[in-house]
């Protein structure tokens, strides 16, 4: 048997494999809070930056449209995730839970994204970026949170 039409075929499978980031990180994202004093959900987050050089302060706030004088600074991925992959001794079922779904986050991100780098965006309030590569020459993707530090 040979398709009806074999370019609608063709055109699907390549709409699968390059399903946007934002739907297929989505799923991983339901019910999952960032902790700081105020508990912030996390969303997908797609740029137009292309640049193959690692991102500065200054892209993300070309990006971002946000003036000079907003303080953004680069933190270690590491630091994003010790909050949140990290088991506690006093941890119930419900925290190893949460943990465990970060982990998987994580761990979906580390295989899906290279050039991965973290960005903390104001004061107090601060949105935090963790951006990385999907795939050569495609603009980078990755999440976004807010967490409250007073």
């Known amino acids: ?80 995730w010790a909050p949140v992959t990290t088991i506690e001794d006093w941890f119930g079922d419900d925290e190893k839970a949460t943990a465990a779904k970060f982990h998987i986050l994580k761990t979906t991100l580390e295989t899906t994204l290279t050039n991965r780098q973290v960005f903390r965006v104001g004061n107090t309030e601060i949105d935090v970026y963790l951006l990385g590569k999907p795939a050569e020459g495609e603009p980078r993707v990755g999440i976004k949170t807010k967490v409250v530090e007073t």
């Open 1 to 80: 048997m040979t398709p009806q039409h074999p370019e609608r075929n063709a055109d699907s499978e390549q709409q699968s494999a390059q399903r946007p980031f934002s739907e297929a990180v989505a799923p991983l994202l339901s019910d999952l809070l960032y902790p700081s004093e105020s508990d912030e959900p996390i969303e997908p987050v797609e740029t137009y930056l292309k640049m193959a050089e690692p991102l500065t302060a200054s892209h993300i706030k070309d990006w971002l449209m946000l003036p000079p004088s907003t303080y953004v600074e680069e933190q270690p991925e590491a630091d994003f």
